[in-house]
């Protein structure tokens, strides 16, 4: 239902799955000791890996959130010509209430990558996906109150696609203790009258044009 690999003009988006992504490699920047691993995580919903057993899980879960619908994560690789062309920068990627017609988008960069523009131009693409192929009615997005770096990538690409800032949800992220999240969203409608002017290029597994 979803396409296999997304391109850009700078990026490649690849399955977060066993298939697509070595787990040591992914290890490598997910677990405890990695390089900047703490400014990385601060407003993530999750710990650095302890094991490389834990990557594995998180790779599975990828690919079984794929499988069932819930949602597609892609592992975030810069193309040829950009500096560190072929490493995982990050991962990004939507995950789907089919209910409510609406997906919301999610990111996380290494340190290295900050500062790009990469994250807008995830954002797009699966914006475009989200809207021109799957035919969603909203995407959203949040960010964690105090987060100001993602703060301002956010407010930067959701103007592009002519969305709005919804306001701050209380007590909205789960943790000891639970913290507020600033909200925003897009329409079908409120994409297409923007016109972002940017295009991805869907491919299945094998290469060829999806869908």
Not at 8 to 29: A, G, I, K, M, Q
Not at 109 to 120: D, H, M, V
Not at 129 to 157: C, M, P, W
Not at 188 to 199: F, K, L, M, N, V
Request: glycine share 10%; hydrophobic share 35%.
């Amino acid at each position: 239902m979803f396409p296999a690999i997304i391109e850009t003009e700078r990026l490649r988006l690849e399955p977060r799955t066993p298939e697509y992504v070595d787990t040591f490699e992914v290890y490598e920047h997910c677990n405890r000791d990695a390089p900047h691993i703490d400014e990385i995580t601060e407003y993530l919903p999750w710990e650095p890996h302890s094991t490389p057993n834990e990557t594995a899980e998180f790779l599975e879960r990828g690919a079984a959130a794929r499988d069932e619908r819930e949602g597609i994560d892609y592992v975030i690789r810069p193309r040829e010509g950009e500096q560190g062309a072929g490493e995982i920068a990050g991962f990004g990627g939507l995950t789907f209430d089919w209910d409510t017609d609406s997906a919301e988008l999610g990111t996380w960069l290494r340190k290295p990558f900050w500062g790009r523009g990469y994250s807008g131009e995830r954002a797009l693409a699966l914006a475009e996906l989200a809207f021109e192929q799957l035919d969603l009615a909203v995407v959203t997005v949040t960010h964690e109150a105090g987060n100001e770096q993602s703060a301002r990538a956010i407010e930067k690409y959701i103007d592009r696609m002519g969305g709005r800032r919804e306001g701050t949800l209380r007590n909205f992220h789960a943790g000891d203790p639970p913290v507020d999240a600033v909200r925003y969203s897009v329409t079908q409608a409120e994409y297409r009258d923007a016109d972002p002017d940017q295009e991805g290029t869907f491919l299945d597994s094998d290469g060829e044009s999806w869908p």
